[in-house]
């Protein structure tokens, strides 16, 4: 197997092929002639298929992994915490773009992976949608806090309330456009009013699973759900010395994770599943914050429950203990 480790940043990114034990390396700049460069410089190498391996390192990965799968490479993203405990597997004590990206040509020859596929068009687009509405979003809380801050200048308080004012306006725009493109496709519009028909979660909180999570019924289990938005509990226990406190391991999407808490804090008013296992956690002296993880995991099973049926949520056929 010859793989490709890629250490990728917003202006460059480098490469490191790795076969029979030998490394070839170059740098690239990160854009469609970079992308061209390397294609080149593979086939020069006569290389036709490579495992090719990077982390998932803010958004200046997706356009080359789209890349690469487009021109019938396998690829793998991955999390960048299982590269750091690697480089620590090895005693790696360099750190460079070019000694990384030879990190993960090993990585990828010696791990099990699991490898990406793009998102289909009108999740790439739902996902853009969000992702900018969630920004906007912050950006409106930033300005507010600023516009209350005590004794502020006269023309600073006018800026402040010009710009909320006009972050109104484009979080309803865009609020709007989500809600129209889902509309415009039947799949994903019969997926939103299954979730929404869950008590707790709304458009918003619909909009954040679909996007974030967009083959979510083809997980295997509750638990690998779970898992993927970082809501599995964390044990730490060892010998008689050791006793943490549960907690949130919080490895996965914490865009998803953001998504779910207020909804689980509703959830927990109105939706008779999560009240009930709410009250049996606080029974048991469980502190808030543990159980509005837990709730926030149960109710993100309940949507992959609903999906995965393809019925609207029924109280009466779900198990309060899952």
């Not at 998102?119 to 900018?132: D, K, M, S």
């Not at 289990?221 to 010998?239: E, F, K, M, T, W």
């Not at 808490?261 to 296992?277: D, K």
Request: proline share 5%; glycine share 6%; charged share 25%.
């Amino acid at each position: 197997m010859i793989t490709l480790g890629i250490d990728i940043s917003k202006r460059d990114f480098h490469a490191a092929l790795l076969s029979d034990d030998r490394t070839a390396k170059k740098s690239f700049p990160n854009s469609a002639k970079g992308f061209e460069q390397l294609a080149a410089w593979l086939r020069n190498r006569k290389v036709d298929n490579v495992v090719a391996c990077m982390e998932a390192t803010g958004s200046y990965w997706y356009a080359l992994a789209k890349f690469l799968f487009k021109s019938g490479h396998s690829v793998a993203v991955i999390n960048p915490r299982r590269i750091k405990s690697f480089a620590e597997s090895e005693l790696l004590r360099t750190k460079t773009d070019a000694v990384d990206a030879g990190l993960i040509a090993r990585f990828a020859a010696t791990q099990q992976l699991q490898f990406w596929t793009p998102l289909a068009p009108e999740i790439e687009e739902l996902q853009g949608l969000y992702r900018h509405l969630e920004f906007l979003k912050v950006s409106r809380t930033q300005h507010v806090t600023r516009e209350q801050t005590p004794d502020l200048p006269e023309r600073v308080l006018q800026s402040a309330q010009t710009i909320i004012a006009q972050l109104d306006i484009q979080i309803d725009e865009l609020e709007r456009a989500i809600r129209d493109h889902i509309d415009r496709h039947p799949g994903l519009k019969s997926k939103r009013d299954l979730l929404t028909s869950i008590p707790g979660i709304g458009e918003t909180s619909a909009t954040a699973i679909l996007s974030e999570m967009p083959a979510i019924e083809e997980f295997r289990s509750a638990q690998a759900v779970a898992a993927y938005a970082g809501l599995s509990p964390l044990i730490r226990q060892s010998g008689t010395s050791v006793r943490g406190k549960p907690r949130l391991c919080k490895t996965g999407n914490a865009r998803l994770r953001k998504a779910l808490y207020f909804p689980a804090i509703v959830g927990e008013r109105y939706n008779p599943i999560l009240q009930a296992f709410g009250r049996r956690l606080r029974a048991a002296g469980k502190a808030t914050m543990v159980v509005i993880g837990a709730i926030m995991r149960k109710l993100l099973i309940i949507a992959y429950g609903v999906l995965k049926s393809g019925k609207p949520f029924n109280p009466s056929f779900l198990s309060s203990g899952a």
